[in-house]
């Protein structure tokens, strides 16, 4: 009788990954399924994510596996209602991400710590820090993903589909200066919020670029010829 190949686990979690992102940008951007996203912000925010969650992981000691299948798959579902779902898109990403990786060769005595550190990286701001070591790296590299150069390209690229749905018009200068100095004091309580020693201290030398790049914003947009006054 013939066995059936068991998937690698990476090369499964990295497809699914990129899959729903597309899927995900293409109808953010009402493009046809045969297309490429003109941005995949879902995927470049995911790779954003993996990349510091090994960073973090190396520095603190965490499972690598455990934190490389959590990465990939922390937001394979995505919603984008303003109104709070029954279940958090954590939760059903968690739920799908346990799923994927029983038909993978992943170690399936890490699959519980995988759906618990998924599950619990919903949200920007904490009261205590997250026990799960893993579950705490990766809601540090979520929410790093969210503030200095990287929050800005991010912004920035998919600005043009985000303004209208969450602003309600289409973006320019002054909707992006307005709406990034708003974020300045969601970013403050993000950096307050860390869990880890490494990701707080990446996090406060972020938010510190994020605060002179919306002050020379101001500077340049904000000054006057001077025959205006005439």
Same mark, same amino acid.
């Given at each position: 009788?013939?066995?059936?190949?068991?998937?690698?686990?990476?090369?499964?979690?990295?497809?699914?990954?990129?899959?729903?992102?597309?899927? &995900?940008?293409?109808?953010?951007?009402?493009?046809?399924?045969? &297309?490429?996203?003109?941005?995949?912000?879902?995927?470049?925010?995911?790779?954003?994510?993996?990349?510091?969650? +090994?960073?973090?992981?190396?520095?603190?000691?965490?499972?690598?596996?455990?934190? +490389?299948?959590?990465?990939?798959?922390?937001? $394979?579902?995505?919603?984008?209602? $303003?109104?709070?779902?029954?279940?958090?898109?954590?939760?059903? =990403?968690? +739920? &799908?991400?346990?799923?994927?990786?029983?038909?993978?060769?992943?170690?399936?005595?890490?699959?519980?710590?995988?759906?618990?550190? $998924?599950?619990?990286?919903?949200?920007?701001?904490?009261?205590?820090?997250?026990?799960?070591?893993?579950?705490?790296?990766?809601?540090?590299?979520?929410?790093?993903?969210?503030?200095?150069?990287?929050?800005?390209?991010?912004?920035?690229? $998919?600005?043009?589909?985000?303004?209208?749905?969450?602003?309600?018009?289409?973006?320019?200068?002054?909707?992006?200066?307005?709406?990034?100095?708003?974020?300045?004091?969601? =970013?403050?309580?993000?950096?307050?919020?860390?869990?880890? &020693?490494?990701?707080?201290?990446?996090?406060?030398?972020?938010?510190?670029?994020?605060?002179?790049?919306?002050? +020379?914003?101001?500077?340049?947009?904000?000054?006057?010829?001077?025959?205006?006054?005439?």
């Amino acid at each position: 009788m013939r066995r059936l190949a068991i998937q690698s686990w990476r090369e499964s979690v990295a497809a699914l990954a990129r899959q729903r992102a597309t899927e &995900e940008s293409l109808q953010l951007w009402n493009q046809p399924p045969d &297309e490429s996203p003109r941005f995949n912000y879902r995927w470049e925010h995911i790779q954003a994510v993996v990349k510091q969650c +090994e960073k973090l992981g190396r520095q603190l000691g965490a499972d690598l596996e455990v934190l +490389e299948a959590a990465a990939w798959l922390h937001d $394979i579902v995505k919603s984008h209602s $303003i109104q709070t779902a029954a279940i958090p898109d954590a939760t059903l =990403a968690a +739920e &799908e991400a346990r799923r994927c990786l029983r038909s993978t060769d992943f170690p399936p005595s890490k699959i519980d710590r995988v759906y618990e550190a $998924i599950r619990t990286h919903e949200g920007l701001f904490r009261d205590h820090p997250l026990e799960q070591l893993e579950a705490a790296v990766l809601w540090d590299a979520d929410k790093l993903s969210k503030l200095g150069a990287l929050y800005l390209v991010h912004n920035l690229c $998919i600005s043009p589909v985000f303004a209208p749905l969450f602003e309600g018009r289409p973006p320019d200068t002054d909707l992006v200066l307005a709406s990034t100095e708003r974020w300045l004091t969601l =970013a403050e309580r993000i950096v307050a919020s860390m869990n880890t &020693e490494p990701g707080r201290a990446e996090a406060a030398r972020r938010l510190v670029y994020l605060r002179d790049f919306v002050q +020379e914003l101001k500077d340049e947009w904000k000054e006057s010829p001077s025959w205006s006054a005439s």
